[in-house]
């Protein structure tokens, strides 16, 4: 954003000399450091505060000081004030930069002005000269209802003025800025309030800082770079720059081959945001230069900088993945003796794990908000373990690490609320030499979409695990088997359990009903679990008659689907004589050759 020019109608020279003054008001007297001057009677002081105390009529209140203004250098003007009601153009507060008059009446000079009519009461800097007044500066917060703030003015030797304010004791904000070039003028300072009967005394008024700063000569500083999205780089300074140079694409020289569409300047000349006319290159190693740029007093400043881009994405199912379980370190065959989580992940993109939580049932832990690059590994463990971790890789601490219990837990990794992956692992995973500890559970395949046992099983590293490396166990060209029915058997006469070789995707399941069919039997599915579901039969099965089952439709946990199947079932009963028979006896096997007889 570009410094308004204010047009002046007339040019005069300035007053030069010099004056200070600061008034707190701690010691109660206006006579003395400084001398105030005004309606004295019609004003009181008390507890470190100036506030009106005039009769119960409408009047005016005012003071004023000496005060001479020195136009070579930067200017500034600060003060505080509480109105105890609601501003308007009856009930107005100004504050005098500089005056021709001591009295502050018709005088020419530049004040601050809050209250008019209205609700829209902003602070608004004039000019006055010869009885015509010309708007420098309107700020944007509006002080409509009992305001308390303080306001600073500054003024450059180049023209330049700013407006800012805030709450008494927080900080300024920058409202307005403009190019204003008539001179200050005037010998004195003051404030002038006007109000009606019923706010005759609720004027009230803290410190007052009136000064020349001597000229910065210090030029401005890069305090840091931001990269809000792919095409904008935001660039934040130490002190206000001068728009016009700071608005120039040739002063932000970029490599890589990179063009600035345009520029946007904060209101307080601060941050600049140069929007790039395409994407910056991710990954990549980028130089920029900042030349000619100059702070309002017109110092250079002349630096580079240079800085990677990741674009990093927000990891959903799948992108992030549970790949190594350290759930019980004791005994320690080489690796620290404490529980750890191995995350891995498995896209081409950067990703941010700001938000990111590790969790089971007992406790949720925060994982701290790192960028995790592409194929890349990361150890997640308790805070206190983050150094002996270290030299495994990457290190991630998580604030309130949950205990992982030795036989079995289930963790989940989720942003809010979003499910990014879950593994309920038990100790059963584990090949029955290495179920005692020491030993890790890793993900076979890190690409397989399931998280059941058949992906997991004990490292085989001599170390017990490989936190922050490829995996012991990895394996990514294990072919992805067909899921299909292992057993299908009759429970009792109304029920019957169906297992099945492969975890089974739990939407297919239950979502699908109708693919589960017998005819003349009406069926009622109930998932037990991953592997098996239990099918409940109207009217019962008869003892000893074969049924027909159809089976479609299923997705197995991996994603892959069943072929259409028809099996025979049924409620078996005891044998009865010749129901069965032996068929083969082999005897007497021979060393060589066949060696049996039907």
Same mark, same amino acid.
């Given at each position: ?13 300035p ?12 010691d ?22 100036l506030s ?33 009601f ?13 005056a ?12 601050v ?12 800097l ?8 010309t708007?420098?500066l ?6 409509a ?11 450059y ?18 409202l307005?800025?403009?190019?204003y070039?008539e001179p200050?003028q ?6 002038w ?21 001597p ?11 931001h ?21 120039q ?19 307080d ?13 991710v ?25 990677t ?24 065959f ?5 529980e ?19 969790? /089971?049932?007992?406790?949720? +832990?925060? !994982?701290s &908000? %790192?960028?995790?690059? =592409? ?6 463990? *308790?805070t206190?373990?983050?150094? /002996?971790?270290?030299?495994? +890789?990457? !290190?991630? &601490? %998580?604030?309130?690490? =949950? ?6 837990? *289930?963790?989940?990794?989720?942003? /809010? ?5 879950? !593994? ?15 030993v ?16 997991w099983?004990s ?25 299909r ?8 006469d ?12 739990t939407?297919?399941?239950?979502l ?59 409620l ?6 010749f ?20």
């Amino acid at each position: 954003m570009a410094l308004r020019t204010v047009t002046p109608l007339l040019f005069c020279l300035p007053f030069v000399g010099f004056g200070q003054f600061v008034d707190d008001f701690a010691d109660s007297n206006l006579n003395h450091d400084p001398v105030w001057v005004g309606t004295l009677d019609r004003l009181t002081v008390s507890n470190g505060r100036l506030s009106t105390n005039g009769p119960a009529e409408s009047d005016t209140a005012w003071l004023s000081s000496e005060f001479q203004p020195d136009g070579s250098d930067t200017l500034s003007w600060q003060w505080s004030l509480a109105l105890d009601f609601d501003p308007s153009n009856n009930n107005t507060v100004r504050f005098y930069l500089a005056a021709s008059d001591s009295s502050l009446a018709e005088t020419d000079g530049y004040y601050v002005r809050l209250g008019e009519n209205g609700s829209g009461d902003v602070l608004r800097l004039y000019h006055e000269h010869n009885s015509v007044t010309t708007t420098v500066l309107s700020g944007s917060a509006i002080y409509a209802n009992a305001p308390s703030l303080k306001v600073q003015i500054i003024r450059y030797p180049s023209g330049i003025w700013m407006l800012k304010s805030g709450l008494e004791d927080g900080m300024f904000q920058h409202l307005d800025s403009a190019v204003y070039s008539e001179p200050v003028q005037g010998n004195y300072a003051g404030i002038w309030c006007k109000y009606t009967s019923s706010n005759s005394t609720r004027f009230s008024f803290g410190h007052v800082y009136v000064d020349s700063i001597p000229s910065d000569t210090t030029p401005p500083r890069l305090t840091s770079l931001h990269v809000a999205n792919s095409s904008q780089i935001d660039l934040f300074f130490s002190e206000p720059l001068d728009p016009s140079s700071a608005s120039q694409v040739s002063h932000f020289p970029l490599s890589a081959a990179l063009d600035i569409d345009s520029i946007g300047i904060t209101t307080d000349s601060m941050v600049v945001s140069l929007l790039l006319s395409g994407p910056l290159p991710v990954a990549s190693s980028i130089h920029l230069s900042i030349e000619g740029v100059t702070d309002l007093a017109g110092n250079a400043i002349d630096t580079s900088v240079s800085f990677t881009f990741y674009d990093p994405i927000v990891p959903s199912t799948g992108d992030l993945i549970i790949n190594e379980i350290f759930a019980d370190p004791t005994p320690s065959f080489g690796l620290p003796d404490a529980e750890f989580i191995e995350i891995y992940n498995t896209t081409t993109s950067y990703l941010d794990l700001s938000d990111i939580t590790l969790s /089971d049932p007992g406790k949720q +832990g925060l !994982v701290s &908000p %790192v960028l995790l690059g =592409p194929y890349a590994y990361a150890i997640l463990c *308790d805070t206190a373990f983050f150094t /002996d971790f270290s030299s495994y +890789g990457t !290190v991630i &601490p %998580v604030v309130n690490f =949950p205990s992982l219990n030795n036989g079995g837990d *289930d963790i989940v990794l989720a942003r /809010d609320s979003n499910l990014i992956d879950q !593994v309920n692992y038990s100790n059963e995973w584990h090949i029955p030499t290495s179920s005692s500890g020491g030993v890790s559970l890793e993900r076979i395949d890190p690409y397989h979409p399931c998280s059941r046992q058949g992906n997991w099983s004990s490292s085989v590293s001599p170390q017990g695990g490989t936190p922050g490396q490829p995996n012991s166990i990895l394996d990514t060209n294990t072919a992805l088997p067909r899921p299909r029915v292992e057993v299908a058997v009759a429970l009792d006469d109304s029920t019957l359990l169906v297992r099945f070789n492969e975890a089974l995707n739990t939407d297919s399941v239950e979502l699908t009903y109708a693919l589960f069919e017998m005819a003349g039997i009406d069926l009622t599915l109930e998932y037990l679990n991953e592997y098996e579901i239990r099918l409940s039969a109207t009217p019962s099965f008869i003892p000893g008659e074969p049924y027909e089952l159809s089976v479609a439709g299923l997705i197995s946990c991996a994603g892959v689907h069943m072929t259409d199947t028809t099996l025979i079932t049924g409620l078996p009963v005891s044998p009865g004589r010749f129901d069965l028979v032996f068929t083969e006896v082999f005897p007497h096997p021979l060393s060589q050759g066949p060696g049996f007889r039907n």
